[in-house]
């Protein structure tokens, strides 16, 4: 393990793109055809545009002391049909617990376990989500501005997305007359998976 120094870095997707060592992941919506349960709808967006749903910046730093992994998600407002863009979502492959802490903008976090029971917690500034161990979780925006938020967990959890994308997750976040709706996913395949 190295010896990691002290360093301020602000909550802000410039700053995540400037700092040495951050991965950035770029999901498009051809990324993620398969998270969007409107088939139709995603391809009909398709035809004319490839918009970008979701970024992502990562850093990890290790120490004597098993270090940190941590990330910025900025997820665009919009869309695809009448559901809210979103990150993929997944499961962790190792123990670990993850923390969210929401710089700017609304949404939705939705939890589930492998045996099927969901959760829905709201995203607001200000505030801090706590996602414990075999807890899947995926983040909607549901709001008009972008939804930036701050996750730290443990180095090494590794990340299951396979599972969401073949069995979904129990709710679907949709726009409904009076803004947004969470209602049962007809796809989602209750029960143990993965």
Known sequence: MSIVSPFRLALEPEAFQLLGGCTEILRRLSDM????AD????????TSDDPVIYEFWKGEC????GGVSYGLTRIHPGTVGR????TKGHFHTKDGDEIYVVVEGRGLLLL????????????????MVYVPTGWAHRTVNTGDAALIFLSI??????????????YGFPQLVVQGADGPMVVRSPSFQGGLMG
């Open 33 to 36: 055809r398969d998270f969007f």
């Open 39 to 46: 088939e139709q709808a995603v391809e009909r967006v398709l």
């Open 62 to 65: 290790e120490s004597s002391g």
């Open 83 to 86: 559901e809210y863009h979103m």
């Open 112 to 127: 589930q376990t492998r045996e099927g029971e969901g959760r829905t917690v709201e995203m607001t500034p200000g505030h």
């Open 153 to 166: 967990w443990p180095p090494g959890v590794g990340h299951d997305y396979g599972t969401v994308a073949r």
